[in-house]
């Protein structure tokens, strides 16, 4: 059964705080993403990784930046929070290749004060 | 642009009745589309996958069907039950240089009432 964990469920920071969103799977999948989830806006997929130390940006990556060390941990960093970052965050994972079925973890509901 | 539009936003229906969701793309090119169902507080979870020759999948009392010519797929709920209560959301693939790019709906609110 594949496992994808966040470090927090609800999380609660001030403006200007630098905030770190860990996510870690234990599948062995190369492929690892980060999506925040806004009503009425859907997944929206802010970096995605396709092997360790490597990254790209999706479709709204400014104000974060991630970092993957590791091939089973992704992590997401807000380096000086604002309000307008308070959302859902979702990371997800997914082998390379064949129906790229990406498997989501249970959410990071992030409220930035 | 690419696009994955739902309908409709919200639905109430009662326990036992079945119901039919709406996904319209236009998504090119296409690769698969896939049907999640996300419950509050959780991340969503895989139903169903649809690749262009396939035309109707199911999973239990879910059964999704694809129209690749019109764009269109819709997701069946038969003999609804209080469990079915989640948001549904449809996700279109299109193949990228370096792998699969997925285009997100905005989701069908599913609530199942007694």
């Known amino acids: 059964d594949v496992k994808v964990t966040q470090s927090s469920r609800y999380l609660v920071k001030r403006t200007g705080e630098k905030v770190f969103l860990e996510c870690v799977q234990d599948?062995?999948?190369?492929?690892m993403f980060w999506y925040r989830q806004d009503p009425g806006l859907g997944l929206r997929l802010i970096y995605f990784s396709y092997d360790v130390k490597m990254k790209e940006k999706g479709d709204i990556p400014e104000g974060y930046s991630v970092s993957r060390e590791k091939k089973e941990r992704f992590s997401l960093i807000l380096e000086s929070a604002s309000t307008n970052q308070t959302s859902m965050y979702l990371c997800?994972?997914?082998?390379?290749?064949?129906?790229?079925?990406?498997?989501f973890g249970p959410g990071t509901r992030l409220t930035v004060l | 642009k690419n696009q994955v539009e739902q309908s409709p936003q919200s639905l109430i229906i009662l326990e036992g009745k079945n119901c039919t969701l709406q996904?319209?793309?236009?998504?090119?090119?296409?690769?698969?589309l896939r049907w999640y169902k996300q419950d509050t507080g959780r991340g969503p979870v895989s139903l169903t996958i649809m690749t262009f020759s396939e035309n109707t999948k199911s999973n239990g009392r879910y059964t999704a069907t694809l129209d690749a010519d019109t764009k269109q797929s819709s997701l069946h709920i038969t003999a609804s039950q209080l469990s079915d209560s989640a948001s549904y959301i449809c996700v279109v693939s299109s193949p990228t240089g370096g792998g699969n790019k997925l285009t997100f709906g905005t989701g069908t609110q599913l609530k199942v009432e007694l």
């Open positions: 599948m062995d999948h190369e492929n």
């Open positions: 997800a994972s997914s082998l390379r290749g064949g129906t790229n079925e990406q498997f």
């Open positions: 996904c319209n793309y236009t998504v090119s090119p296409f690769s698969n």
